[in-house]
């Protein structure tokens, strides 16, 4: 059965639960397909938006992420770059970054990452489609820093700030 086939005939609870999981973000459509409280990984299926659509400050920015995950391209492509960043042990932001590899990812191309990789897509071909194993978070927080600006920001997920939302009341 493929992906297409799936996602077409799944019954509308199944349909409602996807769409419950996913989110926009400025330069995609994250799709959780999988996620089970039980399992070790969930999967996804990220629709990237035209490039004229991408808003800054997401995939485009020099980024880690709270979990390991792998990759595969389904459709268009991207440049992939990987970047050794520095962390300024008193703020724990990104202070400084060197490029290490930039990659043309075409259909077929797998990449993963670990939770400690710094990494960017600063562009993608329209039309762009990924699949996408992830683990359960290993890290409370991850980092992005603005290569334009050299601006750099601490993001911390927002099912994690519930007590601190509530104690600041």
């Not at 994250?30 to 996620?35: G, I, K, N, T, V």
């Not at 004229?52 to 390991?68: E, L, M």
């Not at 400690?116 to 897509?121: K, P």
């Amino acid at each position: 059965m493929n992906l297409r086939h799936h996602l077409l005939e799944l019954p509308n609870d199944q349909a409602d639960a996807v769409i419950r999981r996913s989110r926009e973000t400025t330069t995609h459509f994250a799709w959780c397909l999988r996620d089970r409280p039980d399992e070790p990984f969930t999967f996804w299926l990220n629709e990237y938006k035209q490039q004229r659509d991408w808003r800054t400050g997401y995939a485009d920015s020099i980024h880690n992420h709270r979990y390991h995950f792998c990759t595969t391209i389904l459709r268009g492509g991207y440049l992939h770059e990987r970047y050794t960043a520095t962390i300024n042990p008193t703020t724990e932001m990104i202070g400084s970054t060197e490029l290490r590899l930039s990659t043309p990812c075409p259909v077929g191309a797998t990449e993963s990452l670990l939770a400690s990789d710094f990494h960017r897509i600063p562009r993608a071909t329209d039309g762009t489609m990924t699949f996408l194993v992830k683990s359960r978070e290993v890290m409370p927080w991850s980092l992005s820093f603005d290569p334009e600006t050299q601006e750099g920001h601490k993001h911390v997920p927002v099912e994690t700030r519930l007590e601190h939302l509530a104690n600041r009341l």
